[in-house]
């Protein structure tokens, strides 16, 4: 099996970009995402037609998605006070921002939250690239993702 390393950042973006008539394809080559938009459509999409299989589309998490992945993380938080706190913010209006605004205030939590929601968005992603026989490997420093190599990741 072999294996492409893939910006964590570029995955989390592709795959929580909504923006009406944009998408986003990973390069299993070069581990690159290619956004494809207005000026640069016919170009990238011609690429995908002539090499089917170089190419995986990323398609972005549906809100109601992200609302489920919200609802389990929260779930995940040790610490009771904050716990409620952050499933207060999951009902009603504006959930999304009230969610994110309240992690704001635990930093740790906070980054937590962004590795349980790349881990999240990745999945699904690793599975259809396990079936062309190929491993990702997110690279970002922006995620202090954990070493691969630790004993720590293998639980």
């Known amino acids: 099996m072999r294996s ?3 910006s964590a950042r570029d995955i989390v973006f592709a795959m929580s970009n909504r923006v009406p008539d944009t998408n986003h394809y990973l390069d299993t080559e070069t581990g690159d995402v290619l956004p494809v938009f207005g000026f640069n459509r016919d170009a990238i999409l011609a690429m995908v037609r002539e090499q089917p299989d170089r190419y ?8 109601r998605r992200g609302f489920e992945v919200m609802q ?5 938080v040790s610490r009771k ?5 952050l499933k207060q913010t999951l009902e009603g209006k504006h959930s999304f ?3 994110r ?8 939590e906070y980054r937590r939250w ?16 396990k079936k062309k026989d190929i491993k990702l ?3 970002d420093t922006d995620y202090q993702l954990p070493d691969p190599d630790s004993k720590e990741s293998d639980s």
């Open 56 to 63: 995986v589309r990323l398609a972005p998490q549906s809100g």
């Open 114 to 129: 962004k590795l349980f929601r790349l881990e999240n968005m990745a999945q699904p992603l690793r599975e259809k690239l």
């Open 97 to 99: 921002r009230r969610f």
């Open 72 to 76: 389990q993380f929260a779930a995940t």
């Open 4 to 6: 492409i390393k893939v």
């Open 81 to 85: 006070g904050f716990r409620q706190k």
């Open 137 to 139: 490997e997110l690279i």
């Open 101 to 108: 605004e309240v992690l704001h205030e635990d930093p740790d």
